[in-house]
């Protein structure tokens, strides 16, 4: 009896995990060589079957890198540029590996690699976020909303950071809601924009005019601890 229960509930833990062969989504940050989408719970086992992995009201986050041998296709079967793969297309994905299911439904943002990559919907390219830089009087940023960093008056100090905000791309589809930083740009003409750092520090919201766009999160870090080091030698 003792065995019968052990090899029972080892079919019940094997049945709760499928080994996913193919992903099917949006695209929301196109970077080289990899595509960062928002929902990654879409996907096919081996049953063929496509299904959503239940997370709640949660997403599953991933990276799906382009390495060498990768096929990109159209759904006629012809081949296509990287280039053709846009920031809102959906597509599917042919995993170089199967994966569990369950590296899908973790808080954890994960890497694959593609084996193929079918584009099933371009969407076309939305407008980047502007920003000039000679236009800007100053800007505040703050750690979450309330604790100042800096304020940046000195010219260099904001063509730094608008540097890194100019020509961001749209970010498409959902990002973790959580909350890094607020940057509060003064314009000479007495605008005021606020933007909310948020996706793991990947995208930036604009909260006054609305939509999302990519951040570089390495540059962005490293020129708020650039500006910590000043203040740090300065005290």
């Known amino acids: ?72 296709y159209d759904l006629n079967g012809n ?30 943002t994960n890497e694959f690699n593609a084996k193929e990559i079918i584009l099933v919907n371009q969407a076309p390219l939305p407008a980047p976020y502007l920003l000039e830089k000679n236009h800007v009087a100053k800007i505040s940023l703050y750690k979450g909303e309330e604790e100042m960093i800096a304020e940046l008056t000195e010219q260099k100090l904001i063509d ?26 003064s314009m000479k003409t007495g605008e005021v924009r606020k933007l909310e750092v948020t996706g793991h520090g990947y995208v930036f919201v604009d909260a006054v005019e609305g939509g999302a766009f990519s951040l570089d999160k390495e540059r962005f870090i490293a020129f708020i601890d650039s500006i910590k080091k000043q203040q740090s030698e300065g005290n």
């Open 79 to 108: 081949e296509i540029a990287y280039e053709e793969f846009t920031p809102g297309s959906t597509i599917k994905v042919t995993l170089a590996k199967p994966v569990d299911s369950k590296r899908l439904n973790n808080k954890q």
């Open 160 to 185: 730094g950071l608008v540097s890194i905000l100019d020509g961001a791309a749209a970010f498409i589809g959902n990002s973790p809601s959580d909350f890094w930083n607020t940057i509060i740009i």
């Open 1 to 72: 009896m003792r065995i019968f229960i052990i090899f029972l509930v080892l079919v019940i833990l094997a049945g709760c995990s499928t080994t996913v062969e193919e992903i099917y989504g949006e695209i929301a940050i196109v970077e080289n060589n990899r595509f960062f989408m928002s929902d990654c719970s879409i996907a096919k086992d081996k049953s063929n079957a496509i299904g959503e992995n239940s997370r709640g009201k949660s997403h599953s986050y991933c990276y799906i890198k382009m390495v060498s041998g990768t096929k990109r």
